[in-house]
Each structure stands twice: as structure tokens, then as C-alpha cells.
């Protein structure tokens, strides 16, 4: 078998430098009810047949690119240059381990401090670390952070956030004696300020808020960092990363950690997985970061080294006193990331930004013209927004999809009183004969 | 290794020194040299109350990080906050400038359960020289 | 703007943002379409960026000689052996990028209705299955990112189960002296207080001490089997009767399961929640430190708590399940890292059982074979039969002011990955070494050969281990300067 190069005359060597007749006896100490266990599995393929056996798998599976696809709400179908694919492909980027040896490693740590700098770069802040699971558990960490920065002990979530996120930081939150609130919205997605300002008291630890948010709108933060500063409390914010090519930094609007889905650097959807976590924070909030951080130092030569930095604070050295569990991150994910903006570089991020913006802006205009649908996120957006349909979205979903094309999220998913909207993304990758196949599709299905 | 005569110690290699109605405390060049290059020194709030023998204070070398006790109980009334830039101090002067906290004492009978400088200096040398204080 | 610069034999690799130059462009990337639509007047002014990000600014050229560079500076599985304990390098399979990355999985968009992706949930299904008869586990979650992550999860049912049962006032979980730090991370993170039991001199979990710790406030005892010494805790048994005596649950840290795959099962052993850790035992790659993924596997009468959703099957349909109203919730956003639980399940149907049990037999026949080498020369603390890795000591070499990672550093220069180092913190100056199924014999007697020419380096040479590595593109770095002064970005460095 391929993947074994031990071979029967290596066998029998090896037993004899080990000292034993029977290889059964180096598992004398397992107990013998536990030996020999039944386990049923399908029997094993060689090569071309796991191919031709998951090339089938793969062919049932409608995807983005058979399809036209409006499909957004924490998921982003971007474009990735092909440099991205071609260099995380290098056997020694992917199958390395952990930096911990950092002579050995001066590869993955310079591209991850990369990553790093430019995660500062893209969103204002001070240091960000090396990566996190996804957006919604960076979020929940970055709630953790503001715990134990203000030692206070209930945050203050925007109920505009994706609803994935809400439910990530709940199911961190249940158990421990943390709590969390909820904070409406207006009538055009707007953070409800006077709900904020009711909620606002002493024991509360950050503000958390989306902006672009789930419906798509991008919103003015000034009130709601004054009010939070005010209080005492953090302000974190969550946001598609590349809407920074355009709109105003977490920096810019003073908030203290960002935290969100790095995905839409580089990353195909795959189903929703492996994707970034990414978060950066003001600089006195940098002990605080869980995580890996990556720095640069010289060695005794006066060489400049990258090397695992601030350890101290991680599970392998604090144990039960570190602040966070994590071990393994999304290193290779980040690593894309960091490809990713370097190849789309200082102009392309901002390209990128208006092409996804003007793509949406376009087929928002093009569907508020038309008498049956009503555009409900009607502010400042960047990829994505809200409309109103005069049907049940499942029909429309259905009778778009006969024609070759992927609808928007039905939101009475997410919940029931959210009838007959739909959550519609349009990124840089959209032509405009697919925008307009698109507009004309819905317009023969409502009338 | 040096023990100065006029300090009182703990079996957890802290130094403490009677300052008037205060206490001072830093821990041993013993335990600098074990913990080895100091990185990084977690220090009590002011105001924090503290109690006798719970760790209210973490040093960080690049390896391993180390848990520093309250030789008393009291109440925290000063921190060293050069540590902060220069955590360094603590390896190049542990007994002056690389001081952690001053406290104001709750039960001043508890300074007289602690290691004298003979002890002390009798500890670390029936001590083996591995593993973390 | 500066560039790569080469002195002797070694290169030193500029930033790209040393590199970049003002008009560079690293793609060919589409003309706006609707140019009318100007933004900067559309949209209020307080919204906007107020000064470009400093991004690279470099060609494709470029960019590509700069990655392909820093990677030629990575030891990595594909060029080198990696013999680190408890970590599993073992070899990562081309078959599974080329499947991965398949349009028909790679870009799927989670929220695709089910009957749109069934060949995507039909893979997660078989492989929620495989993992089940692996581990003798009645349910599985695959959402877990990393086996941490998994563990944090593992916690949460712990306490929803006890809760559900009246008991939540337990609030203490147990881990041997010998864990992985996630363990008692995991446990503290999520609110409990840990209590660690010690060693026995035979480096199993003491049976004495955990009956005299074992009380009505304890939630879960977590546990390494084999534990991180590479030894099996053959006692697993009268430990399960105790835990679950006192109605804990027994927890099972899955990152040692290459020893047992297909030959030993943790939910035969009593274990009631199980992560594993696909990078490691499913040979999922590495990364640089990530993706992983910890799928969590529990007894039936946990399975009502575990994360939404699970994958059903319904007849011929495969469906995801968020009716689920006792789960701890989600602990992430969507369903689980899909890229690396396809690798994984090919991983699977490629070996078939006979494959799986094979890496298992070969892994713990690798691991006694170089053991075997290896000690006396080097202490062997605990001088039996090891699983799929063992710990040595270089404690007899503290005379020479040599410590366990100068022999990590030594060998780097010999063209091996240094064991993992410092850790269980139960031996002094710990190495602690997994070679994997994967290895020829030949280059395990290289390694042996290595570690024992490097013994007598630091006999007779001491300062030639003391400040090695030599052949590297660079030396040690100054570690406690980067603690001290962190740079942590170019704006950073910038400031420096």
C-alpha cells in the first residue's frame, strides 16, 4: 500500500532490533475485551476508483460555478487570482507544521506576519493576530477580550449582526455567568440608538455591532462609539473585510477590536469551510489576543528572524490561566489571505470594493424599479441588501432556479416574521448580463 | 546566590520587606535566575485585597509562565510600573528597582511566620536546581 | 523600495512592503462597469476610508518569487521528517487536494437548499458514520474547527448533561499532570476549575489519587489515551468504573488515536465524549498550524447535546438537522471545515479497514523500533513497550548546560525536524517522538543515527550543540526580545 513503506522483511528486522517474536505483544497491556472490536467500514478504493467515486459525488452537487449565484449572508463567491491556489499549493507552505521551531518555519512566519500587517493595514488597527477559527468564533473571542479588559460581564450584541454570529456568541455565553442582550433595529436596518441607550449600564463590558450588517447596510458608527466610550464599554465591530477598500476602518470609527470572516481573501466557499476567523485590536488590548502572534526579531548574526511571540499567553504554557484554548488556527487560510492582498495590492482592494458596490447598487436600482418589488435596505450598501417580494420566496427561489440561477437567502429562514424578503448579494463577479438576466427572470416571475 | 540578611522570605521565593506599616515584596534573584529572561510581568491592581499564600501575580519568560503569591494578607497600595517597560529589572535588580508591590497588611502576625534569610538561604541550596520555583 | 539581498550563502527576504513600488499591480483586475456611478459623491463623506490601506504594491513576478522563496525556508512533511510527538506529521496524500479542490465541493455555498448539495452532506454523513465505527461512538458532530475547539464543545455538553440531570452544581474537571494544555484550557475557559492528578511513577494516571479526588463535584475527568509518555493507561477500565462511579463523564483527548486506529476504540474503553483531530490521525495537512478540524463523538445519551446541525439521512436523502432543541447551540458559523472533512474522508475510503489498521500496527512498530535505538544512550524513563511515540530524557546532559532544545536545534542541521521539546512536563528535558506509519526504515535509522552522533557531539563538543543550528537561513532568534519589544507588523517595524 502507497502509504507504507515499512515492508515485510523491514517488519521482521525491525521486531528483532525491538526484541520480540510476536508484534501482538507490543499491544500486550490493552486489555483483552477491548481487542478485536467489529467496525464496519466500505472497502477500500485505490486510486482511480476514489476518484471516479468522488468526481460522482462532486457532479451531484449544484454549485457557483454551474450556476448564477446571488447567494451572499456570510458567504462570499469573489474572484481569487490564480497566484492564490498555485502558491498555498507548495508542498512545503501546506504540509509544514507549527512555526514552533522558528529555523525551520522562517517560511510560513514571514508570510504570516505578512498577514498580519496587513490585516492592520486593510482595517486601521494596531495588531492582529495570526488567525482564528471563523468570523462569528473571532467575534465570540473578541467578546472574551472585552470581559476581561473591563472585567465586566454582560456585552450588548446589534441583533443586525448574522444571525450566526448571535448564535456562536450565545452558545459561548450559556453556561458561564456572562450575559448578553440583544439590540434592535429601525426600520432601514439602523442600530435602534434609544434601545442602545436603555441598555446601556455599568456592567456593560462592549457594543457589538455589524456594519456592512446582515441586511447589507453600512451605517455611521459615531453615535454609537460616543455612547459606548461613554459607558466604560468596548466597541467591536464585525464586517466583510474587503468593504474597507471603500468605506471607513474600524480604526476610523474608533472602535476597539474588529473581528470577522476572512473568507472573501481568497477562499473558495467550500460549503462553508475551512475559512479565516480574522481580529485585530488596539494596541493596549494586544495581551488580550488569543491566539498566535508572529514577530520580528534578529538572531545572534543580526539576521532578521520571524519567530511565535508572547507565547506565554497561549494553553501550551498557561494551561488552566490561559484566557483562551487555542492551539491549532487556520494558519494556511491566513497565508492565502495574505497572497490574496498582496496580488489585489493598495489600488485593486479599493477596485474591488466599487466593482462589488457598484454591481449592487445597480441591481438594487434595477429592482426598485420594478412595481412588485420593494428594496428595503435603501442606505449606503456594499455588496448586499434586502428586498420585498410579493410572493412567497420559495415560488421565486424555485422558478429562478429552473432558469439556470441561484436566488438570495429567503429570510423567513433566519425568522418567520421576515416574510417574503430576500437577502440578495451581487460581488464583482456578476456580469452585467447576468445582473440583467437576473432582473428580467424576477420581473416575468412577479409580474 | 544572593540572600540579603535583613529581608523575610516565602517557601515560593518571594522577598519581603517591612517598610514601616508597609511590606514590599519581589521575589529572589534565586527565582530570576530559575524563571530565567523575564518577558513579561502580569502585576495585582491597586486597591486589590490580597490574602496570604494566593497567587495574585504571573512572570512570563518566553518559555513558561510563573505564578507569584501574597506573602500576607492585605490590601495592594502600589505596583511597580517600570516593569511594564522593562520587565528586564526583575533579572538585573530583583531586590531594588525590579520590586512588584507594596501592601498594606491585614494581620501584621503573619510577617512572623516568615522565612528568615538562614532559612531561605537553606531551602535553595537543598533544593535541586531543575524545574520551575 | 529595496529587494531580496543575498550575502555568502544566505538571502535575506524583504517585506513585500519593502518591495513594493508605487503603480504596480499584482493582477489584471476588470474595469469598472458603471463608471457613473462615482462613490465618492454618492455616498456622505463621513463614511468613506480616509486614506488607502498600505497594501503591497508589486507585480505577479514578483509576488510569486517572493512566496516560492519563503517556502524553500519551511521544513515541511513533503521534504522532511518530522518525528514531533503527539502532533502525527505523518505523509498527506495528493489524492485528497485534487478531490478538495473540485468545483463540485469547493464552491458550494453553505446555503444552498439540501436536495442542491446532497453529494456534499452524503460526505458528511459517511464520514459522521466512519468516525462512529472507528471510535464505537453512537454521534458525531463535524463543525468542531480544531480539536480545542472540539474540547470547548466537549465541555459544554458536560455541563448540559449534568444540568439536565440536576446536577450542575459540579463544577470541577479533573486532567492528568501529562495533558495537553488545551485540556485544562478548554476546561477553565468555559468556567470550571481544574484539578490536576498526578503521575504515577509508572507514568500512568494514579488510580490512588483519582479515587481520593473523585467526589460528587466532579464533572468530567479528561484523559490522553495512550497518554502524551506514549504509554496505553491499561487501567482504563477501573478508571472508567471509577469516574462514572461517581457519575462523571469520561473525556477522550483523541490526538494520540493513531496508536489505536481500527485496533482499539475509545467508546469500548468507557469514554463518553471523543474528539479527534483530522490533521492529525486523518492526515489532514498541516498548514503552518491550521485548518484542522476536531469532529466530537458522544455516547447516545449525549448525543441530544450536541452542536446544530447534525446530518440525517432520510430514506435516499440527506438533510441537515437543526431540530435539536437540548444542543449546547453552534459553535461556529455553518457546518463544519467541509475541505478538510472531504480529505479526510477519502483518507478513509481509500485505506478501508485493513488500511486504517495497518497505520496503527506500523505506527506503533516505528515508534518501539526507534526507542529501541535510541535508549539506554538516551534515558528512557519509563522502559517499556511504548504506542506510536515515547518521551526520552536529556537530563544527563545538564552538566554540559545542554538542554533538550539544543538536541531539537542540532538536528535541524542534520536534515530532521526536532521531536517536540520541553513537553510532558512530567520528564526533565523531555524529547518526545512520534515517526508515523509513514517513514521507511531507512530514514528512521538516520534519524537514530543523527540523534546518537549529536549525543556525542554534546559530550564531547558541547558548545557545537549549545549553539546550533548552523545550515539554517537563520540562527536562533532573539526570543526574548520579541517578548519584550513586540513587533508584531510592519507599521511595527516601522516604528521601531
Known sequence: MSYFPITSQDRAEMLETIGVEQEGQL??????????????????????????????????????????????AGCYEHFIPSVVRHMISRGEFYTSYTPYQPEAS????????????????????????GSHYDGATALAEAVFMAFQETKRRKVLVARSLHPDYTRVIRTYLGGTNYSMEVIGFGRGFELDLNHLKRELAEEIAAVVVASPNFFGLVEDLTEVERLAHQNGSLLIMT??????????????????????????????????????????ARRALMRRMPGRLVGFTHDSAGRRAFCLTLQAREQHIRRERASSNICTNQALCAIAASIYLAAVGKTGVRRIAELNMENAFWLRSALDSIPKIQ????????????????????????ALFEQGILAGLALDQVDPEWKDQMLLCATEVRTTEELDRFVKALKGIVG | MNVPRELRYTKTHEWVKQLGGRVVVGITDYAQHEISDVVFVELPQVGQRVEAGKGISIVESVKAAFDIYAPVSGEIRAINTLLESDPAMVNQDPYGKGWFFELAPANPEEADALMTSDQYDQLINTRSTHGPP | MTTDVTRGSRTEIKLLLEKSKAGKEGVFLPKRKFPELNFSRLVGEKLQREIPPRLPEVTEPELVRHFINLSK????????????????????????????????????????????????????????????????????????????????????????YHESRGEGERHIVLVPDSSHGTNPASAAQYGYQVVQIPSDPRGRVDLKMLAATLDKRVACLMLTNPNTLGLFENDILKIRDLVHGKGALLYYDGANLNALLGTVRPGDMGFDIV???????????????????????????????????????????????????????????????????????????????EGLKRVSRDAVLAANYLRKKLSPAYPNPHDEFCMHEFVLSAAHLEKQN????????????????????????????????????????????????????????????????RNAPYTMPVGRPDEVQAARKPVLSFRDLEHE
Open chain 3, 402 to 465: 545542554i538542554h533538550a532544545g539544543d538536541i531539537g536545534k542540532r538536528l535541524l542541521d542534520y536534515g530532521f525536524h526536532a521531536p517536540t521539546v520541553h513537553f510532558p512536563l512530567v520528564v526533565k528535558e523531555a524529547l518526545m517522538i512520534e515517526p508515523t506509519e509513514t517513514e521507511s526504515k531507512e530514514t528512521l535509522d538516520a534519524f537514530a543515527d543523527a540523534m546518537l552522533r549529536i549525543l556525542k557531539e554534546a559530550e564531547e563538543r558541547p558548545e557545537l550543540v
Open chain 1, 239 to 280: 464586517a466583510h473585510p474587503l468593504s474597507f477598500g471603500f468605506y471607513k476602518t474600524p480604526q476610523g470609527w474608533g472602535a476597539d477590536i474588529v473581528a470577522g470572516e476572512g473568507q472573501s481573501l481568497g477562499m473558495p466557499p467550500s460549503f462553508g469551510g475551512p475559512w479565516l476567523g480574522y481580529l485585530a
Open chain 1, 375 to 398: 428594496v428595503l435596505t435603501r442606505g449606503p450598501i456594499f455588496n448586499e441588501f434586502v428586498i420585498q417580494l410579493p410572493r412567497a420566496v420559495q415560488d421565486v427561489t424555485e
Open chain 1, 106 to 129: 522562517q517560511g510560513t512566519l514571514q508570510a504570516l506576519f505578512e498577514y498580519q500587517s496587513f490585516i492592520c493595514e486593510l482595517t486601521g488597527m494596531d495588531v492582529s493576530n
Open chain 3, 275 to 353: 474528539h479527534l483531530n483530522l490533521h492529525k490521525t486523518f492526515t489532514t495537512p498541516h498548514g503552518g498550524g491550521g485548518p484542522g478540524a476536531g469532529p466530537l463523538g458522544v455516547v447516545s445519551a449525549l448525543a441530544p447535546f450536541l452542536p446544530v446541525p447534525i446530518v440525517r439521512r432520510t430514506g435516499e436523502l440527506y438533510g441537515l438537522d437543526f431540530d435539536r432543541p437540548q444542543s449546547i447551540g453552534a459553535i461556529r458559523s455553518f457546518y463544519g471545515s467541509a475541505g478538510i472533512l472531504i480529505r479526510a474522508t477519502v483518507y478513509i475510503r481509500m485505506l478501508g479497514l
Open chain 3, 73 to 160: 525556508r519551511n521544513f515541511s512533511v513533503d521534504t522532511h521528517f518530522y518525528p514531533l510527538g503527539s502532533c502525527t506529521m505523518k505523509y498527506n496524500p495528493k489524492i485528497h487536494e485534487e478531490i478538495a479542490e473540485l468545483a463540485g465541493f469547493a464552491w458550494l455555498h453553505p446555503l444552498q437548499p439540501g436536495r442542491q448539495v446532497q453529494g456534499m452532506l452524503q460526505i458528511f454523513y459517511e464520514l459522521q458514520e466512519a468516525l462512529g465505527q472507528l471510535t464505537g461512538m453512537d454521534a458525531f458532530s463535524l463543525q468542531p474547527a480544531a480539536g480545542a475547539h472540539g474540547e470547548l464543545a466537549g465541555m459544554m455538553i458536560t455541563r448540559a
Open chain 1, 27 to 72: 499491544f500486550g497491556l490493552v486489555p483483552e475485551s477491548l481487542r478485536n472490536p467489529r467496525i464496519e467500514l466500505a472497502p477500500a478504493l485505490s486510486e482511480l476508483e476514489a476518484q471516479r467515486w468522488f468526481r460522482s459525488l462532486a457532479a451531484k452537487n449544484v454549485n457557483l460555478k454551474t450556476h448564477v449565484s446571488f447567494l451572499g
